[in-house]
């Protein structure tokens, strides 16, 4: 009989516990912010992940938490990444969150025409991103991605990519790398067998100055094609881009007789042939065309003034033109 009455006890006060528990785990918590921004690091124990909430401004028991977590079943499911946790959730709410990796996102826009500077000074300013690149020089930076390279230029794809808040700006870096060396290996087969670039390094460096030299994109079949027959015929690719690449911070945004004169790696007036390294970010339609141009006779081209370009066969056509439309430009000042 007294056996049975504690038996009777032990479960009335195992309902209290799982009563009082249930109500615990659905009580509104009022945080010591409207929002509270949390990050769970990979392979944190429920244990830290509950004391940290704690610090944050969640006013939680942690060994509650905790227990409430073993006993669900969901120890072990939590998922790392950055949360936005609203005042009023309750720690089952919580705890749900973290188990469905209901995590908060970054986002940057690597811009198609940008140089590897300006991808990272991007990346630099980005407030949701560890920034373990920020003082390392472009060698050191190539370094830490593995990669063999001194030059980081053209080598990462233009695009948005998304990531975990608190994501490291390697891991960007990494993402780029690896979506431009695809779309590389899905490009090279379907080049076109005339084309005399050796390998998908100078397939990158003529798609930037491609992607360099088009106003509109109607016309980046033909630019490609006029800098294809220019090398095909050996002569010099006489472009201005790379001349201001080489130039760097020197360039004041006006191009002058004598730069055209100064010889520098990135003088294709100067030099003949390619470039050492590509000037800037090409996007996937500068890679098509460099690759597969189109079939002209062109060598010559001159900037309308409106964006778009005027082609030509020969080196007469080529001043009229140029003649024309400096003119109209002098006309307009």
Sequence with gaps: MRLTRVLVWLILLAAVAAAVSAWWAQRPLQFAAENIEFHIKP????????????????????????????????????????????SGSSPWHLLEKFTRGDVTQGSIVL???????????????????????RALGEAEVMAKLGLPAASGEGLFFPDTYFFDKKSSDLQVLRRAYVAMQRQLEQLWP????????????????????????????????????VFANRLRANMPLQSDPTVIYG????????????????????????????????????????????????????LYFVARGDGSSEFSRTLDEHNRAVQRYQKRRGGAS
């Design 43 to 86: 392979g944190s124990s429920l244990r830290t992940i509950a004391s940290q909430l704690a610090e944050a401004g969640v006013p939680i028991d942690a060994w509650k938490f905790t227990l409430l977590g073993r006993m669900s079943g969901r120890a072990q499911s939590l998922k790392a990444g950055s949360y936005e946790l609203d």
């Design 111 to 133: 811009v198609e025409g940008w140089t590897f500077r300006q991808f990272r000074a991007a990346l630099d300013e980005n407030t949701d991103l560890v920034h373990e690149t």
């Design 190 to 225: 379907e080049r076109d067998p005339a084309n005399l670039l050796r390998n998908t390094y100078e397939a990158l460096v003529l798609a930037s100055i491609v992607e360099k030299e088009t106003g509109v994109a109607a016309d980046r079949g033909n630019v490609a094609s």
């Design 247 to 298: 130039l760097g911070e020197r360039f004041d945004g006006n191009l002058r007789k004598r730069d055209l004169l100064a010889d520098t790696p990135y003088n294709t007036y100067t030099r003949a042939g390619l470039p050492p390294t590509p000037i800037a970010m090409p996007g996937v339609a500068s890679l098509r065309a460099a690759l597969r141009p189109a079939s002209t006779s062109y």
